[in-house]
C-alpha cells in the first residue's frame, strides 16, 4: 500500500511534460504522444497489483460500503478534502486554490476506476463529470483569430474585414462622427451587404431624427435603407422616413400598398376608397381610382354569377363551371372572364366587355386580343368573324385585326379551329413569306397554292405537287394551274 502511495506521489510532484503556451505551433502528432504517455503512467498507479489491494476512501473506509456512501454523500464540499493525505495538499498549491464541490465520488475510486459492485467507469467517463469538469481550464484561441475580436480596428479596416467575411463588432464605435465615418467607408466599398449591415447598426443605436438628417445627404445609403425596409416590412420606420424627406408621393403609394395584406373583400374596398384623396400624382391618382372602381365591379358580377351557376339557370355555367372567383381579379383577366360568360349583354350592364372596355378606356389592341381569345375558346366562330369584321362609311364590309392577322391566325390554331377558318384568315395576312409559312405550317393548301399562282412560280408549284395527297383535290389544282401556265407560254 505503501508503495502505490508512493507512486502516487511521484505523479503528481513531477512531470517530464512541457508547459503550455500560446505561442506553441499545434503540432498534433507531439499532443498525441503526451497523451499516450500520460495514459501509460496512469495505468501503472491504476493496474499495479489491483487484486491484493484493499479499495478505501480518503476517509479509511471501504469503497462502496454503506458507512462510505453515507459520509461522502453528508460530508459536502468540506469534507471532500480535509481527510487526504497532508503530503498531497502540500504538493500543489492550485489545488488548495480550486473551489470545492460536493462529489459522489473518492479520489482512490476515481483513479481506482470500479466500486465493490464491479462496475466499472473509464478514465475519460469520469472527467467528464460535473464536478471534475469545473476544473478543467478553457483554452483560449490561437492570438491570429484572437485579432478578429479587437477594439483597435478603424472604420476603413472594419469595413474591409465585414467584407472578407471577418467577424467584426460594430459596437465600439460609439460616438457619432465615428458611426458616419463607418457609413461612408461602407458606401466607400461598394458592397451592399456590409452597407445594410451597418445601416442596421445605426438605425439600431441612432434617433431617427438624427439618423434621417445624415441620410438625406446620403442617397446611396438612403435607397439602401429604404430598399430594406420594403423587404423587411418595416412600415412605419418606411413612412416616418419618408415624411422627413416629404416624399408626399411615396408615402401615398407605402399607404396604398398596404391594401395587399386585407383579404377582406369589402374591407379592402372601403380602404381603397380612402386611398382616392391621398397625395397621388394625377396619374397614380386615376389608376387608383380605376382600382377601386374594378374591385366595386367585380364584387356585383361575382354576387350575381354565384347565384346563376348555383341556381343551374345558365347553360353555359353548366357546360363551362367557373374555375375561380373573380374577386381581386386584375382588369384583362376580368375582361376576359366577362367575354367568356357575358359577351352578349347589353353595353348598361356592369358584367359587359364593351361596359368595362368603355369605363376603363381599353385600347382596341387589347380589347380585340383578349375577346379573340375568349371566343375562340368556346369555338364560337361567328363571334370571330364579327370580331374582326369592320363597316366604312359607305356600307362596305371588310376584315380588320388592330393585332395583325398573323396573330389572329396564331389564337385561332391554339383553339383548334378547322382548316376552313384558318385558311380564311391566312389569306388576309399582307407579308407573302409570313402567309406561305402559316400555310405550310399549319397545312392550308389552297393558301400555298393560290400564293405560288400569283407569284407564277412554276419550280414551287412542282415542288409542293409532291407534298400533297396523291389524286387530291390539291393536286388536281396544282395540275391544272401548271398547264395555264405552259399554254400562256406557247400562246
Not at 80 to 90: A, E, H, I, N
Not at 157 to 166: E, F, L, S
Request: aromatic share 8%; with cysteine; proline share 3%.
Amino acid at each position: 500500500m505503501s508503495r502505490v502511495r508512493a507512486d502516487e506521489e511521484e505523479y503528481w510532484h513531477s512531470s517530464k511534460f512541457r508547459a503550455f503556451t500560446f505561442d506553441d505551433e499545434d503540432d498534433e502528432l507531439s499532443q498525441l504522444k503526451e497523451s499516450k504517455r500520460a495514459v501509460n503512467s496512469l495505468r501503472d498507479i491504476v493496474d499495479d497489483d489491483d487484486d491484493d489491494l484493499e479499495r478505501v476512501s480518503w476517509s479509511g473506509e471501504p469503497v462502496g460500503s454503506i458507512s462510505w456512501s453515507i459520509k461522502e454523500t453528508a460530508s459536502g464540499s468540506t469534507g471532500s478534502l480535509d481527510g487526504r493525505d497532508s503530503s498531497l495538499q502540500k504538493g500543489n498549491s492550485s489545488y488548495a486554490a480550486l473551489p470545492k464541490q460536493p462529489s459522489s465520488y473518492s479520489l482512490s475510486s476515481l483513479f481506482k476506476g470500479r466500486n465493490k459492485l464491479s462496475s466499472f467507469q473509464s478514465l475519460s467517463d469520469a472527467l467528464t463529470d460535473t464536478g471534475v469538469r469545473n476544473y478543467a481550464p478553457e483554452l483560449r484561441r490561437p492570438k491570429a483569430e484572437y485579432k478578429d475580436y479587437s477594439s483597435d480596428w478603424s472604420p476603413k479596416d472594419t469595413v474591409r474585414r465585414m467584407q472578407r467575411g471577418k467577424v467584426c463588432s460594430l459596437e465600439r464605435f460609439r460616438s457619432l462622427q465615428d458611426k458616419l465615418v463607418l457609413l461612408d467607408e461602407a458606401v466607400a466599398g461598394h458592397d451592399g451587404n456590409v452597407i445594410t449591415a451597418v445601416l442596421i447598426f445605426l438605425k439600431r443605436t441612432l434617433r431617427r431624427e438624427i439618423l434621417f438628417r445624415e441620410l438625406e445627404v446620403r442617397q446611396v445609403a438612403l435607397c439602401h435603407l429604404i430598399h430594406f425596409l420594403r423587404e423587411t416590412g418595416e412600415q412605419k420606420f418606411l413612412l416616418d422616413l419618408l415624411r422627413f424627406l416629404d416624399r408626399t408621393e411615396e408615402v401615398a403609394l407605402s399607404q396604398y400598398r398596404e391594401h395587399l395584406n386585407i383579404q377582406d373583400v369589402e374591407k379592402r374596398r372601403e380602404f381603397l376608397k380612402g386611398c382616392i384623396g391621398l397625395p397621388f400624382s394625377a396619374e397614380d391618382t386615376s389608376h387608383i381610382q380605376d382600382h377601386y372602381t374594378l374591385l366595386e365591379r367585380q364584387i356585383i358580377i361575382e354576387a350575381n354569377d354565384r347565384h346563376l351557376e348555383m341556381a343551374g339557370q345558365s347553360e353555359l355555367f353548366r357546360k363551362y363551371p367557373r374555375k375561380a372567383s373573380i374577386l381581386n381579379m386584375p382588369l384583362v383577366t376580368t375582361l376576359f372572364y366577362s367575354c367568356f360568360y357575358h359577351y352578349t349583354e347589353a353595353e348598361g350592364m356592369f358584367s359587359s366587355p364593351t361596359n368595362l372596355k368603355k369605363t376603363f378606356k381599353i385600347p382596341d389592341k387589347q380589347y380585340v386580343l383578349t375577346a379573340l381569345a375568349a371566343r375562340a375558346k368556346l369555338r364560337a366562330w361567328g363571334d370571330v368573324d364579327a370580331l374582326l369584321t369592320t363597316k366604312n362609311w359607305l356600307g362596305y364590309t371588310k376584315k380588320k385585326a388592330p393585332i395583325g392577322f398573323h396573330r389572329v391566325v396564331e389564337i385561332l390554331q391554339r383553339n383548334n379551329a378547322p382548316v376552313q377558318v384558318l385558311q380564311e384568315y391566312v389569306r388576309l395576312v399582307e407579308d407573302v413569306e409570313i402567309r406561305l409559312n402559316l400555310a405550310t405550317k399549319y397545312k392550308c393548301h389552297d393558301v400555298v397554292i393560290e400564293t405560288y399562282r400569283d407569284l407564277k412560280d412554276r419550280v414551287q408549284l412542282t415542288a409542293y405537287k409532291s407534298k400533297v395527297e396523291r389524286g387530291s383535290a390539291e393536286e388536281e389544282k396544282i395540275q391544272s394551274i401548271l398547264s395555264n401556265m405552259v399554254r400562256n407560254v406557247y400562246s
